[in-house]
């Protein structure tokens, strides 16, 4: 059973534009909301985490928006460049991580 | 933030085999380190918990006879492939939390070992 649904499970943006990732969950335990950024043959990294009891959290140009009523949070990467290209993983934890499927994003020049 | 390592970070062996895979974290103790499996294009599975001084706890359908995990010291992980057949290969991934208490749920994950069994 998929704990956390990810989407979209690609996404392509221009250079500038604004890459908007969504997660959904099932637990209501969970209590801790990271993102993951992932490059090709390398281990996946923390990029920005919130727990539930603020709606929003913002570190640099990426944001992660939270709705605990409707369990589900989102990456905003604003002014996208060619270098955010990765696949990016939400996850949701209660004690032990549960990854979304991931989405690859590409940002064209 | 806090550094997890893995040796080897790719290996090539033939089926039949067993491989060993070692997972340290570098300034900070894990009691606790994860083990994860990743094939091309998925997410992250996880595969079992490591627990210093003790067993490990696998995950549904891995089997413990043949992913044998010791955690022998609070900064030592390893993971061994037992008779590795193609099937095996995959990507394999340990994280540690940067804490102690296991509520702080903070992962740092390593570079990751590609294992290739022909």
């Known amino acids: 059973q998929q704990q956390v649904k990810q989407s979209p499970q690609s996404l392509i943006v221009q250079k500038g534009g604004i890459s908007i990732i969504n997660c959904a969950y099932e637990n209501t335990a969970f209590d801790y909301f990271p993102w993951y950024q992932q490059f090709p043959g390398k281990g996946p990294a923390l990029l920005i985490a919130i727990r539930p009891d603020v709606s929003e959290k913002k570190e640099g140009r990426f944001t992660i928006s939270f709705n605990k009523s409707a369990k589900q949070f989102s990456l905003h990467i604003m002014d996208s460049q060619p270098g955010d290209s990765a696949t990016y993983f939400c996850?949701?934890?209660?004690?032990?991580?549960?990854f979304g499927s991931g989405t690859q994003l590409t940002v064209l020049p | 933030g806090a550094v997890v390592s893995q040796h080897p970070s790719w290996v090539i062996c033939k089926s039949g085999t067993s491989v060993k895979i070692e997972c340290r974290s570098l300034d900070f103790q894990a009691t606790t380190m994860f083990w994860y499996r990743q094939f091309p294009k998925q997410s992250l599975m996880l595969m079992a918990t490591s627990n210093e001084g003790s067993k490990a706890t696998y995950e549904q359908g891995v089997e413990k006879d043949k992913f044998l995990i010791n955690h022998a010291s609070l900064t030592l992980s390893t993971l061994t492939v037992t008779s590795a057949h193609p099937e095996d290969s995959s990507f394999y991934i340990c994280?540690?939390?940067?804490?102690?208490?296991?509520?702080?749920?903070?992962?740092?994950f390593g570079p990751g070992t590609r294992l290739t069994v022909l």
């Open positions: 994280s540690a939390p940067a804490r102690l208490a296991p509520t702080y749920n903070e992962q740092f």
């Open positions: 996850a949701a934890s209660g004690g032990q991580l549960t």
